[in-house]
């Protein structure tokens, strides 16, 4: 069992940085692939951003592609996701997600997600 807390949203103009942190409890984080998520009112949750096991492997959307940074530091049990030049398209909750295997990372198919947080991002 991988319980995930996600933190660090909040509001912020257009243009801003946030950093979204993720903590894990458990002794096998760095044998799950760790995903950023979002969803948006109204809309479908998404993939944003993906990390494999070890942190050698990393997969964006191509909506934040040169915008946003996946890391993890698995000795703080801890994913990251620095957000750069934020629209206000980004305003959705975002979500972290653990998956046990270390590929198929953008789809959906995830075995643990933490609650969310919210991001929203002003014009």
């Known amino acids: 069992q991988v319980q995930l807390v996600e933190s660090g949203g909040g509001l912020v103009q257009a243009g801003g940085s946030l950093r979204l942190s993720c903590a894990a409890s458990?002794?096998?984080?760095?044998?799950?692939?760790m995903g950023w998520f979002r969803q948006a009112p109204g809309k479908e949750r998404e993939f944003v951003a993906a990390?494999?096991?070890?942190?050698?492997?990393?997969y964006y959307a191509d909506s934040v592609k040169g915008r946003f940074t996946i890391s993890r530091d698995n000795a703080k049990n801890t994913v990251y996701l620095q957000m750069n030049s934020l629209k206000p398209e980004d305003t959705a909750v975002y979500y972290c997600?653990?998956?046990?295997?270390?590929?198929?990372?953008?789809?959906?198919?995830?075995?643990?997600w933490g609650q969310g947080t919210q991001v929203t991002v002003s014009s």
């Open positions: 997600a653990a998956r046990k295997l270390n590929y198929g990372l953008t789809t959906l198919k995830y075995d643990y």
């Open positions: 458990g002794r096998t984080f760095s044998s799950y692939a």
């Open positions: 990390i494999s096991w070890s942190g050698g492997s990393t």
